[in-house]
């Protein structure tokens, strides 16, 4: 059972950044961010596959948030630049250990953290 701690959420007006981290109790194969507004499905954002080092956005996000790892395949961090209201939501950290790695297919993945908000205001 991999677990995940999120960190680095908060408040920030619009064009402000921020950074999130995860932490997670052993290796995975790949991990991601994804986020859920109120009244919305969970969306993917960014995703890193350890190993190769690929990384994917969603379009929304594409140039200004950046997906990074740590030293070992079990930190990753999601640097949040130029953010705008239709960021906020709460965003949620998620591994796999196996198997393929999509944004597209949140329930694919096994395990996901507490989840940390990310408010924008305007």
């Known amino acids: 059972q991999v677990q995940l701690v999120e960190s680095g959420g908060g408040s920030v007006q619009a064009g402000g950044s921020l950074r999130l981290s995860c932490a997670a109790t052993s290796s995975n194969r790949c991990m991601g961010w994804f986020r859920q507004a109120p009244g919305k499905e969970r969306e993917g954002v960014a995703l890193i596959i350890f190993g190769r080092g690929d990384t994917y956005y969603d379009a929304s996000v594409r140039g200004r948030f950046t997906i990074s790892q740590g030293s070992a395949q079990n930190t990753v961090y999601l640097q949040m630049n130029d953010l705008e209201p239709e960021d906020t939501a709460m965003y949620y950290c998620?591994?796999?250990?196996?198997?393929?790695?999509?944004?597209?297919?949140?329930?694919?993945?096994?395990?996901w953290g507490q989840g940390t908000q990310v408010t924008v205001s305007s």
């Open positions: 998620a591994a796999k250990t196996d198997g393929p790695c999509t944004l597209r297919l949140p329930e694919k993945f096994t395990f």
